[in-house]
């Protein structure tokens, strides 16, 4: 079992930053591939960026270039540095940890952490 507790939301004006931060306990945290996903209203939720165990990044086109996802083992801590925010990164972020064991998968979530982006 895995719980994971984000911070760092809140809002900010177009074009400024946040970083959040996901602290993970009750488990092996290095063991799992960490995400970052987010839901505005309306619309299903999606995969913003990702980390492998191994510490392999990866993003969704949109944020490509703008967003920084980074993992620190030792504080079982994952992190999503987001810049150039635009409107339409507004959404609830949620962070996940999964992994694959032989054919079980392990899937957790937090609770959210609201982004506004406005003027």
């Known amino acids: 079992q895995v719980q994971l507790v984000e911070s760092g939301g809140g809002w900010v004006q177009p074009g400024g930053s946040l970083r959040l931060s996901c602290v993970a306990s009750g488990s092996i945290f290095s063991l799992y591939a960490m995400g970052w996903y987010r839901q505005a209203p309306g619309k299903q939720r999606e995969l913003v960026a990702a980390?492998?165990?191994?510490?392999?990044?990866n993003y969704a086109d949109s944020v490509k270039g703008r967003f920084t996802i980074s993992r620190d083992n030792a504080k079982n801590t994952v992190y999503l540095q987001m810049n150039s925010l635009k409107p339409e990164d507004t959404a609830v972020y949620y962070c996940?940890?999964?992994?694959?064991?032989?054919?079980?998968?392990?899937?957790?979530w937090g609770q959210g952490t609201q982004v506004t982006v406005s003027s």
């Open positions: 996940n940890a999964y992994r694959v064991v032989f054919i079980s998968q392990y899937n957790y």
């Open positions: 980390i492998t165990s191994g510490g392999s990044p």
